[in-house]
């Protein structure tokens, strides 16, 4: 049978992720247009008053608002929750509206929160500062280690929070282990897996609950628009995301998502490409700098437990220099890599976390997580791997390395 409209999910289920990303969730209007439409509308008219009355009590499908439904932003959730595995998925904003959302969403005065220690600069912000604020405890620990989420656990622990890899150390995390101590002790999981992308790692395979994206990154792929999602059993977002999303609104637009979806179509195909040349400009790096940390290298302490959690490594990764002047002057030399703190982009971007995305967070702090003076964080874009080393084999030599 041609489907003109909407998708059989009992066919698409089945798709390989590839298919997914340039095909999941597609629902086609009565002009059978081949690629999504874009539905610019906030809201939604009905034939009959009766009909407005009926969606509002959810007895008839159909849309009625924006900040609740769109056709667009729906194609792209039903994509994203076939990439990932999961039953079901919600778009937001931005990365850290969704951040913000699934922890608020679940948690409540008296709660306690184990948090990872090494993780994007406003995801601390949220554990350290926001949740206290509202009662909420939060300890944080070495998220390498899995005895030390078990040694966290508290009567009233409801959530394990981190990403890996880690945002900028490239720390890595046990998925199996740690999801393994939250679900034995009645504990939600909730990983931060916008690093890897359901295209090279789907944690909900090793047992973690929720996931959640800043799709800013590898799923638009081409720095153009913010986007966020979280992704879960249809019990979780329906019955616990959506009561807080619905009536606080972090929604996406439908642009946005438009965008995103089109980002979709080449996540595969540009994630396993830069991963590659991550790798081999990781290599030409190893030889230079006093230390990097690739979990893609044999080099870094956790390779093995990367390499069977993920199905390639990914674009990013970090490496140090001496100390704050070197790394400046580094970036200050680069001639074809910006200086630019954005992630998952199609170009090759240098930042230094410190003075940059992890500039909020106290210097104890940056120490305890990792983030030195002299940490370089480098995304690898899709330009020619050859012009990327030449460039910072230039660059190395001005600064002395
Ligand atoms: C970028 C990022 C975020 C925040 O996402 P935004 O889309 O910038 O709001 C959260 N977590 C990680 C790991 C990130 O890299």
Redesign the pocket.
């Given at each position: 049978m041609k489907r003109r409209t909407g998708q059989d999910l009992s066919i698409t289920r089945n798709w390989r992720l590839a298919t997914q990303a340039v095909r999941g969730g597609t629902a086609r209007s009565e002009f059978g247009e081949t690629s999504e439409a874009i539905f610019l509308t906030s809201g939604y008219s009905y034939d009959r008053a009766e009909d407005a009355a009926a969606r509002f009590a959810g007895e008839q499908g159909g849309m009625t608002y924006s900040r609740l439904q769109n056709p667009t932003v729906e194609m792209l959730e039903q994509r994203i929750a076939l990439l990932e595995g999961a039953e079901a998925c919600r778009t937001m904003a931005?990365?850290?509206?969704?951040?913000t959302a699934v922890l608020l969403c679940q948690l409540q005065q008296g709660d306690h929160l184990v948090g990872g220690r090494a993780?994007?600069g406003?995801?601390r912000w949220l554990t350290d500062t926001l949740l206290p604020k509202f009662g909420i405890e939060t300890t944080i620990v070495d998220a390498r280690d899995p005895q030390a989420w078990q040694d966290a656990l508290q009567p009233n622990t409801r959530v394990f929070f981190f990403?890996t890899p880690?945002?900028p150390t490239m720390d890595v995390v046990d998925l199996e282990a740690v999801c393994g101590i939250a679900r034995a002790n009645g504990v939600t999981s909730v990983v931060?897996n916008?690093?890897a992308t359901p295209a090279l790692q789907r944690p909900m395979e090793f047992g973690a609950d929720v996931t959640?994206?800043?799709?800013?990154?590898m799923m638009d792929g081409q720095g153009r628009v913010?986007?966020?999602a979280v992704c879960g059993t249809q019990d979780f977002i329906d019955n616990t995301l959506l009561p807080f999303t619905r009536n606080t609104g972090p929604t996406l637009s439908a642009f946005n998502a438009w965008v995103v979806l089109k980002g979709l179509e080449t996540l595969d195909l540009r994630i396993r490409r830069q991963s590659e040349s991550s790798l081999e400009v990781g290599r030409f790096l190893e030889a230079r700098v006093p230390r990097i940390l690739h979990p893609g290298l044999e080099s870094h302490p956790q390779h093995a437990l990367a390499a069977r959690q993920m199905s390639a490594f990914g674009p990013i990764f970090a490496f140090e220099v001496a100390d704050r002047a070197q790394a400046h002057a580094l970036l200050n030399a680069l001639e074809l890599i910006d200086i630019s703190n954005?992630?998952?982009d199609s170009r090759s971007l240098m930042t230094h976390p410190a003075s940059t995305?992890h500039y909020g967070v106290s210097p104890e702090k940056r120490a305890e997580m990792g983030v030195s003076e002299g940490l370089l964080r480098l995304n690898v874009g899709l330009e020619d791997t050859d012009d990327l080393i030449e460039d910072l084999d230039q660059a190395l030599r001005q600064v002395g390395l």
């Open positions: 931005s990365g850290m509206a969704a951040m993780a994007f406003s995801c990403e880690a945002n931060d916008a690093f959640a994206y800043s799709a800013t990154k913010l986007a966020g954005n992630i998952g995305t």
